[in-house]
């Protein structure tokens, strides 16, 4: 005899069993028996709608598993799309936000200990660091049909310095001027001018600077001081070589040293045994020995000393005495016309040769406007327009400066009959004056009197 349970029809059925997260189902097919029906496609995903199931169905699977009576298997049949979470903000610096002072090594491994790297010069529009932005990231969804919330991208912290913006929609820092960069208070900054507290020595090494350099105390033997703009040294300087493109102040006095402003003037209290070059005036009270040239006037103030040396000046000079007691060889030039003219054509061949390259800039221009017109420059192409422009416009500029310098000697060569020196107490034997191509020896002490031109020859005039 049959038992009849042991006879019982069993159809095959899906078993779906989901992971406590609601992030994936598994589905088990359980075998028919006793002359069971097969489940079918549709029966199997009714199953897993059964149990709420209603995202991230994996039916190709379900039909294959099926198709292929996979019984006993745990297969997966429903997967969540998982949020992907955004990404935090962040940023790029370009530039070391620790300053090491060391001694600059060359690449043949010479270690120059004057050269420290005080100064990180910076021009305007430099970039300093570029940010990238936080992104939200995507939400998710579990196999029920719920949102998942990802983690949203957090903001990158920093600050903008002094001398610093942000530009480019808030994804870079740039230079708003030119300077020395340095990093404070969390920030970078970009400050116009350099304060030196004490001494330019051993401590500071060779200063090269494009702003404003101002230092407090003395320059010392064997050192170096540049600037693209103007110089006050409160001290003094000593065998020590200073070169400005603006104005050079000394508050006490030079010896033995090299001065040189190429557009300013220089100015200070006394002056041994020094070479002195201004594009401006030179203002002292006392100058002995060395050599003087200024683009426009020499000025000896206060006890007014020109003893000893040579002093050329292309317009005039001013002092109180000339010479020496002793006789000190002391050579005298206004006006000298070799200087001038080799200056001007110097800035003539130069003027042509930057002429010929602003034609050249012009037509790359054109042409990459033409190109823009017909489609979009490529980014290349756009940066070439725009570094091509920024070279013009510099160019440009370099060519006004030029022609006006060019009018200026134009016009100090025409005023010949205009120079003097100018001498408020005495000439001393052993002075030459030189005007133009007049030239007058000084033999017997000269007071209170003011060389010129007159009738075809150097004359002294009483002041």
């Not at 064997?222 to 020590?240: D, E, L, M, P, R």
């Not at 001065?259 to 003037?265: F, K, N, P, R």
Request: with cysteine; charged share 25%; aromatic share 6%.
């Amino acid at each position: 005899m049959v038992d009849s349970r042991d006879s019982k029809i069993i159809h095959s059925e899906a078993e779906i069993s989901v992971d406590p997260n609601c992030t994936t189902a598994f589905m088990t097919i359980r075998p028919p028996s006793n002359g069971g029906l097969d489940i079918t496609v549709d029966k199997a995903l009714a199953a897993i709608a059964e149990k709420g199931i209603c995202f991230g169905v994996l039916k190709e699977e379900v039909i294959q598993a099926v198709n292929e009576r996979r019984y006993g298997e745990n297969i997966c049949v429903a997967r969540w799309r998982a949020p992907v979470n955004g990404e935090d903000g962040k940023i790029e610096y370009f530039f070391n936000r620790e300053t090491t002072f060391k001694p600059v090594e060359d690449e043949n491994g010479n270690v120059d200990y004057k050269n420290l790297g005080l100064v990180r010069n910076i021009y305007k529009g430099t970039a300093i660091a570029k940010i990238t932005m936080p992104t939200e990231g995507t939400p998710g969804t579990d196999i029920m049909g719920k949102t998942v919330s990802q983690r949203v991208g957090v903001p990158v912290s920093f600050a903008v310095g002094k001398g610093t913006e942000l530009v480019n929609d808030g994804t870079e820092i740039v230079a708003v001027t030119d300077g020395n960069l340095t990093y404070t208070g969390g920030a970078f900054c970009v400050e116009e001018s350099l304060l030196i507290r004490g001494d330019v020595d051993v401590s500071s090494g060779n200063i090269d600077f494009i702003g404003d350099i101002i230092i407090k105390g003395n320059v010392l033997e064997g050192y170096a001081v540049t600037s693209k703009k103007n110089i006050t040294i409160n001290g003094s300087v000593t065998n020590g070589t200073i070169t400005a493109d603006g104005n050079i102040t000394v508050k006490l006095g030079c010896i033995n040293s090299t001065l040189h402003s190429e557009l300013g003037s220089i100015k200070m209290d006394f002056c041994e045994n020094s070479k002195l070059y201004a594009g401006q005036n030179v203002e002292g009270s006392s100058f002995v020995g060395g050599e003087v040239f200024a683009g426009k006037n020499i000025i000896a103030s206060g006890k007014g000393v020109m003893m000893g040396g040579k002093y050329t000046a292309l317009h005039n000079i001013t002092a109180s005495v000339i010479g020496s007691e002793s006789y000190a060889k002391t050579m005298v030039t206004l006006g000298n016309n070799a200087v001038l003219s080799e200056e001007m054509e110097g800035h003539k061949h130069t003027l042509s040769g930057i002429e010929d390259k602003l034609d050249q800039l012009g037509k790359i221009i054109t042409a990459l406007a033409e190109m823009a017109k017909v489609s979009k420059l490529s980014p290349e192409r756009e940066q070439m327009k725009i570094e091509a422009m920024r070279s013009r416009f510099k160019l440009q500029g370099e060519v006004k400066r030029l022609n006006n310098r060019i009018k200026e000697i134009e016009a100090t060569l025409e005023r010949k009959q205009d120079l003097s020196v100018s001498c408020k107490r005495a000439f001393y034997p052993g002075v030459m004056l030189r005007i133009n191509s007049y030239v007058y020896q000084v033999n017997v002490m000269t007071p209170h009197s003011k060389a010129t031109i007159g009738d075809g020859e150097i004359v002294m005039v009483p002041l």
